[in-house]
């Protein structure tokens, strides 16, 4: 299967150019770090304002985005993110986008059904979970760590596009974006009993490392635990990209913060715009 996030141009973006294709008037898809105001371990395109960057270089990065997508700077809107798996619907766009003191409060996912309503969340590892629904345009983003992974946020996504917009699992779309992979996430056995309970079958995202350790892939626990949700694999879209591998391109907590160090975050976004239809 080709990679579904593509570079598009000069851009600093990764689209996710079969949905966009398909479906006039949306856009969706994922930030490189490049091509941004960032300055040292943020440079250059840092989408996060919690991580301690000059919130004045996190603004103009988001503009920037905004301009490359084609949707007002007015239409972002992103959440406090803590790991969780709780979702939010989202009815008017602008929340969180120059500040911390208005974003959507202790949620990992958000959607909608509006146009003109650009939602975001961020990144620097933890995995990007995109859903959309053809029949209702009801469109979704869920920011999935471990912990959201385990706690089935991909789950709860999906039984809110039931609730709000009736959709039919099995014809929504999803798609999952760069993150770290199964090569690079190491984990201990703390994390590792709770992914033995997260889904029928987690062992396809389980190999051994050294003793008392794990490689854990969390796009295939999730692609698992979609499956149990009524997702049909034939309506996923899984990238390659690993956050991890490719410091290049993306900021990896694994791999560049630690004790003294800071990294940027990455931001996945979707969105239908006002002036086009689906």
């Known amino acids: 299967m080709r990679e579904p996030f593509v570079l598009e141009g000069e851009k600093s973006i990764l689209a996710l150019a079969d949905w966009q294709a398909h479906f006039p008037g949306l856009v969706a898809g994922f930030t490189v770090r490049l091509g941004g105001e960032s300055e040292e371990s943020y440079g250059s395109f840092n989408m996060g304002l919690h991580v301690g960057d000059d919130p004045a270089h996190v603004i103009a990065n988001r503009k920037k985005l905004a301009e490359q997508v084609g949707m007002p700077f007015e239409a972002w809107t992103c959440a406090d993110q803590v790991h969780g798996n709780r979702v939010c619907q989202v009815t008017a766009g602008g929340a969180g986008k120059e500040s911390l003191g208005d974003v959507i409060a202790a949620t990992d996912g958000l959607f909608t059904q509006q146009k003109g ?92 490392s050294t003793e008392g350790k794990y490689m854990l892939d969390l796009r295939q626990l999730n692609t698992e635990i979609l499956r149990e949700a009524g997702i049909s694999r034939a309506n996923m879209l899984v990238t390659d990209w690993c956050t991890s591998c490719r410091t290049d391109l993306f900021f990896s907590h694994r791999k560049e913060a630690g004790p003294g160090k800071m990294t940027g975050r990455m931001a996945s976004y979707i969105g239908w715009k006002e002036t086009e239809g689906r």
């Open 117 to 208: 309503v650009l939602l975001t969340s961020f990144y620097a590892d933890c995995v990007p979970l995109y859903f959309l629904d053809p029949a209702s345009g009801a469109i979704g983003l869920a920011h999935a760590g471990w912990k959201g992974t385990v706690g089935r946020i991909a789950e709860e996504m999906v039984k809110a596009l039931q609730t709000h917009y009736k959709a039919k699992p099995g014809d929504i779309r999803v798609a999952i974006g760069p993150s770290i992979g199964g090569c690079c996430y190491e984990v201990d056995e703390r994390i590792m009993t709770q992914v033995r309970t997260s889904a029928e079958n987690w062992k396809t995202a389980v190999s051994a």
